[in-house]
């Protein structure tokens, strides 16, 4: 029987992690919640006090970790430790797609999962509730009780030891994160046993209304997070197809979305046509959900699914032909300046960013590129195009043709176009007759946004192409 909760583990110091713990912490201050992870350095980074030093950009992050760590919100690498002292132990690492073996490309690699269940089947004391948070797919919890089963066997000595698994999969999306776990839309609890379900619902009660929290079972919880970020990424593909008949035609997708989302059957969210989306998550969840269908030996609906990622690669390939198009069919020797690298605005995650795909095919196409993204580091987009052109061009040598810039005007002198390629605030705000200035003639801004207003370019000489927009807005003057 769970005893009331008073100690929570997490297992996992990433981006679903170290954001929900914190919330929790602070809506929670009779609770101790302790963080772990294997990686040193990020733990190290979570105790940084310099609150920018932090591994995980998120608005309201920073004031969170500052109000409750050291208090009641520990990050440290004593995994045994921390699961010995815990009621409770949510498992939030990552479950990337498996690279090698059955279903290479596909599954999910749950080497992680597994490894993270041995730990607590190991360490853990009296009962414990298992709270999976990572994405996985479904079934993973007969996985995770079969081994915390097992080892109960084996340690014969401790057979005092009990566990229950719960499904409550992370809706948070990144740049909003802080804001997702204090007002989210539901959270979804899976499990068997109610009372196990009552003891995480306590947990959540303290901020959120009860009606905005569904049970369901276990199986149910797991399929939906695979199915609600399918939907979401579907719309995103289903936007950008428009996006590109818009273009042909003459229509402008704004102006399409908004007529469309504002049926409410349809709805206005999840609608902006961009490059493409990235993140850590649609990708490899739908590719998750392929591999699960033609496990069932359900061909047509793996089928339907993997539209919706061909459909993404698409769109960017598009835009990187679009851009040398323009640029009189060839990019050898131009320099066209990149503005933005992360997945999207206000984070500084590069996870499968779309800004990695265009950028690479910028560069096999021969041009220099000058990069800037306000939160990105320099490191981090030199490892990411490294790892990305290397895997088509051996010998490529990334830092003779791309430089990491620190203002607009790096950007702009002697360039031939810029890209817009993360929706950043700041972006919005670009003057863009100085820039005009300083670029290379004939100069394209090629917005992969729409987020530029049009009246800024007026007075400049610059052409502009503007992803989903038919009507020529080459120049303006
Ligand atoms: P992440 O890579 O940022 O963090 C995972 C962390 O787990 C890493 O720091 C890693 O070192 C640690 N780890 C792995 N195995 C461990 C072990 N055995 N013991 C201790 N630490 C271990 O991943 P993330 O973005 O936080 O995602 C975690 C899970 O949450 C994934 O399944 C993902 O699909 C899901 N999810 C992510 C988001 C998001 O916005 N990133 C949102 C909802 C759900
Ligand atoms: C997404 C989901 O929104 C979260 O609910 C989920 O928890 C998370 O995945 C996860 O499981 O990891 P996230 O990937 O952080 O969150 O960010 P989103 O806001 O969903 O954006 C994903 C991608 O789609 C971005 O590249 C974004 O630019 C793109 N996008 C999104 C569009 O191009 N248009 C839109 O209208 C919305």
Redesign the pocket.
């Known amino acids: 029987m769970p005893n009331k909760v008073k100690t929570i583990c997490c297992?996992?110091?990433?981006?679903?992690?170290?954001p929900t713990m914190a919330v929790i912490a602070y809506k929670c201050k009779h609770l101790k919640v302790i963080v772990?992870?294997?990686?040193k350095d990020?733990i190290k980074s979570w105790n940084n006090n310099d609150l920018t030093k932090l591994p995980?950009y998120e608005p309201g992050l920073k004031d969170l970790i500052k109000e409750c760590r050291g208090k009641n919100l520990f990050f440290n690498t004593d995994?045994k430790g921390s699961i010995a002292e815990s009621d409770m132990v949510f498992i939030?690492?990552?479950?990337p797609t498996k690279e090698n073996g059955l279903g290479a490309g596909e599954a999910s690699d749950l080497k992680?999962v597994e490894?993270?269940a041995r730990?607590i089947a190991e360490f853990a004391t009296g009962h414990t509730i298992v709270v999976e948070?990572?994405?996985?797919p479904v079934k993973t919890a007969e996985v995770i009780q079969t081994i915390l089963n097992s080892s109960k066997k084996d340690l014969a000595n401790r057979t005092n030891k009990s566990f229950a698994v719960l499904s409550s999969?992370?809706?948070?999306?990144?740049g909003t994160?802080i804001n997702d776990l204090l007002y989210p839309s539901r959270v979804l609890i899976g499990g068997e046993s109610e009372s196990e379900i009552n003891s995480l619902i306590d947990i959540y009660k303290n901020w959120i209304d009860e009606e905005k929290i569904i049970t369901t079972n276990i199986w149910s919880s797991e399929l939906s997070?695979l199915t609600a970020n399918a939907f979401l990424a579907q719309r995103v593909s289903s936007i950008n197809s428009i996006s590109a008949l818009c273009e042909e035609t003459g229509a402008d997708i704004s102006e399409v979305a908004k007529a469309v989302g504002t049926d409410q059957r349809i709805g206005k969210y999840f609608l902006k046509s961009g490059p493409g989306f990235g993140?850590?998550?649609f990708k490899?969840?739908i590719l998750n959900l392929i591999y699960i269908c033609k496990y069932y030996g359900l061909k047509e609906v793996a089928d339907y699914w993997n539209q919706v990622l061909k459909i993404n690669q698409w769109q960017q390939n598009r835009l990187t032909n679009i851009i040398v198009n323009k640029l009189f069919g060839t990019l050898t020797n131009k320099k066209i300046g990149v503005l933005g690298f992360a997945f999207k605005a206000n984070t500084n995650?590069t996870?499968e960013s779309p800004a990695i795909n265009i950028c690479t095919n910028l560069l096999l196409e021969g041009a220099h590129l000058s990069i800037y993204d306000p939160k990105v580091s320099e490191n981090k987009i030199l490892e990411n195009l490294k790892d990305s052109i290397h895997a088509k061009l051996d010998s490529f040598e990334i830092k003779k043709s791309v430089t990491i810039a620190t203002s607009y005007e790096q950007i702009a002198s002697g360039a031939d176009a810029i890209l817009i390629i993360t929706e950043w605030d700041d972006f919005k705000e670009i003057e863009w007759s100085n820039i005009s200035e300083l670029m290379r003639n004939p100069a394209w801004i090629f917005d992969c946004r729409d987020i530029v207003d049009l009246d800024k370019f007026r007075e400049t000489e610059l052409n502009i192409w503007k992803l989903g927009h038919g009507s020529n807005i080459k120049n303006l003057k």
């Open positions: 297992i996992g110091a990433g981006y679903v992690g170290g772990v992870d294997l990686n990020k995980v995994i939030s690492v990552n479950t992680y490894s993270s730990s948070k990572s994405t996985i999969p992370e809706f948070l999306a990144e994160a997070k993140g850590s998550c490899k969840d995650d996870r």
